[in-house]
């Protein structure tokens, strides 16, 4: 079945510093979502993509959908504690479009 | 104005009896979704409704059963309940995927933590 492979598996980074992760499938994907999930709550849609190459951003957040179809990028420029969490990238499923395939996720400390 | 919503937040009970959890959505989507997160914080699919139509039943046991009165809510039931269905269930809801053009957009409610003891 499809499967989303998310890296790093989890990070350490001191407030201030850069982020990047991304996420890859051995299929093609026609969508990216990345989302958010802070501790005790629900994932949040941070942003969607819906063609290869497309860069887009939310605020400190930057994702690309990669070229191949098969992966895709997300950033956080400088970070703040509050960027505490896990990311998940997901997709449509090829044979069900009513099923989002979720990825491993990126667990994300900052320290200060 | 909370968009997606589920109750309760916490539910702590015995092997063997049988519960519900509750959901609801504002947002004026056809499509509702039930999601288990195990420790490993993965998050899968058990079912899916659209409309209260079923469209989406992964293999899950039939101890779990899904109810959907009308296309703003989707209810879990699970009997006998087990050690191993202890996890956090979310709720999810999204325009109908299927639709021409549509979204794939899910947007998630804030969990229910079950626990089995």
């Known amino acids: 079945g499809q499967q989303l492979n998310q890296s790093p598996q989890s990070m350490f980074i001191q407030e201030g510093e850069d982020v990047s992760m991304n996420c890859t499938s051995s299929s093609i994907f026609n969508t990216w979502l990345w989302y958010k999930q802070d501790p005790g709550e629900g994932p949040v849609l941070l942003i969607a993509l819906y063609k290869a190459g497309e860069l887009t951003s939310n605020g400190r957040l930057t994702a690309q959908f990669g070229i191949t179809r098969k992966d895709s990028f997300l950033n956080i420029s400088a970070s703040i504690p509050s960027d505490v969490g896990i990311y998940f990238c997901?997709?449509?499923?090829?044979?069900?479009?009513?099923?989002?395939?979720f990825g491993t996720g990126t667990r994300l400390q900052v320290t200060l | 104005d909370t968009a997606v919503s589920q109750t309760p937040k916490y539910l702590v009970t015995q092997m063997g009896n049988d519960k519900s959890i509750k959901c609801e959505q504002n947002l004026g989507h056809d499509t509702m979704y039930w999601y288990k997160q195990d420790s490993k914080k993965f998050l899968k699919i058990m079912f899916s409704y659209n409309n209260k139509e079923l469209i989406i039943n992964e293999t899950v046991p039939n101890r779990f059963s899904p109810k959907s009165p009308d296309k703003a809510h989707l209810n879990l039931h699970i009997n006998s309940l087990e050690l191993g269905d202890s996890a956090v269930y979310f709720c999810?809801?999204?325009?109908?995927?299927?639709?021409?053009?549509?979204?794939?957009?899910?947007?998630f409610g804030p969990g229910t933590r079950l626990t089995v003891t």
């Open positions: 999810a809801s999204s325009q109908d995927p299927r639709a021409s053009g549509a979204s794939y957009e899910q947007y």
């Open positions: 997901a997709g449509p499923h090829t044979g069900t479009a009513s099923k989002l395939t």
